[in-house]
């Protein structure tokens, strides 16, 4: 959200929470007690997206980083035991399947790296344990690279998921912010006046928590409060 939505959402906040406070009150006007009530499941709705529209997706960049490192490791050392078990077995077939120099790897991007890896996974796969623990190779290490590649296959989609999310998240919170703007204006403002004589106090609590506290740039003229 920006720095506009933010001073709106806690406007509404307050107006929701004044009201609340005066049940007796805002039930005089049935329609003005929905739209209070609506405007309520707005805010916290609203503050639910905003956690995932603010996700910060370095974290997810970190993490996958890591991931990769351990994947590299993992299958420079897991594809050279298969290719000295295939060689001893003349397998020219899974030799040529996992004949990847040591340095390959690091040169690998993204999607090479993952086909990569998948290849060594399925191919280790069929390989005896024993056998694999005759290269070297032991089944943690077996079943390290298997979770790995999973994780890694998740996590290289994490951060277009996480933009997905966020878009997603910024498109609702477009549509939240339109309905309790027409709420407010549209109805809430215009029974609110009654409030005057129905109760003085309430109304000008009304009006206090209707008024959006917000600074627009210095270029700008006014301070950007919207009030009844």
């Known amino acids: 959200m920006n720095n506009y939505q933010k001073a709106k959402l806690d406007s509404y906040k307050l107006i929701v929470k004044e009201s609340l406070a005066k049940p007796a009150t805002i039930a005089l006007i049935p329609k003005f007690q929905r739209g209070i009530e609506r405007l309520g499941e707005i805010n ?44 001893e077995r003349n397998d020219l077939i899974l030799m040529d399947k996992v004949n990847f120099p040591a340095s390959s790897w690091e040169k690998m991007d993204n999607s090479d790296l993952l086909t990569n890896t998948g290849i060594v996974v399925d191919e280790m796969r069929k390989v005896p344990v024993e056998a694999m623990a005759e290269e070297g190779i032991s089944p943690e290490e077996m079943q390290q690279l298997e979770d790995l590649y999973n994780e890694y296959n998740d996590v290289k989609l994490a951060p277009r ?34 409030f005057k004589r129905k109760d003085p106090d309430y109304y000008f609590a009304y009006k206090a928590a209707r008024s959006i506290n917000y600074r627009r740039a210095k270029k700008a003229t006014g301070d950007g409060s919207d009030e009844v």
């Open 161 to 194: 998921e996480a933009v997905i999310d966020r878009s997603g998240a910024t498109a609702r919170l477009t549509e939240l912010f339109s309905e309790a703007f027409t709420i407010v204006k549209g109805s809430l403002d215009k029974l609110a006046t009654q």
């Open 44 to 87: 916290v709705e609203i503050e639910q997206l905003a956690v995932i529209q603010e996700k910060d997706l370095k974290g997810i960049a970190l993490d996958k980083g890591k991931t990769i490192d351990q994947v590299i490791d993992l299958s420079v050392d897991i594809s050279g035991a298969l290719h000295s078990y295939a060689q």
